[in-house]
């Protein structure tokens, strides 16, 4: 299982820039995705997560109205626009799915990550 971060770089405030997510051996269309970020001496801090229908979406207030989530199941890919950055979005992104599936030998958690891409907002 590999998931596969993208798209990350430097950019002016005010600029977009749009992260990609993609998995192997693995199927990600059918699982609920999350986008985190991280900034050195901070919390991790969920920024997106997305159902695998694509119809429920949750951000947080730091993010809402300037990120968007979407997803490509064809593709096995998950997307993170982000629009109107500003520096406090400066971090390490990182794509994550985790959960409990359900088999005939009982219940099995998974939770896996990517290596992450880094964002970086300069004037």
């Known amino acids: 299982v590999q998931l596969v971060e993208s798209g990350g770089g430097l950019v002016q405030p005010g600029g977009s820039l749009r992260l990609s997510c993609v998995a192997s051996?693995?199927?990600?269309?059918?699982?609920?995705v999350n986008w985190y970020r991280q900034a050195p001496g901070k919390e991790r801090e969920l920024v997106a997560a997305?159902?695998?229908?694509?119809?429920?979406?949750v951000y947080p207030n730091s993010v809402k109205g300037r990120f968007t989530i979407s997803r490509d199941n064809a593709k096995d890919t998950v997307y993170l626009q982000m629009d109107k950055v500003n520096p406090d979005d400066t971090a390490m992104y990182y794509c994550?799915?985790?959960?409990?599936?359900?088999?005939?030998?009982?219940?099995?958690?998974?939770?896996?990550w990517g290596q992450g891409t880094q964002v970086t907002v300069v004037s």
């Open positions: 051996g693995f199927p990600l269309s059918r699982y609920v």
């Open positions: 994550n799915t985790k959960g409990t599936v359900s088999g005939a030998t009982g219940d099995s958690a998974y939770d896996y």
């Open positions: 997305i159902t695998s229908s694509g119809t429920g979406i």
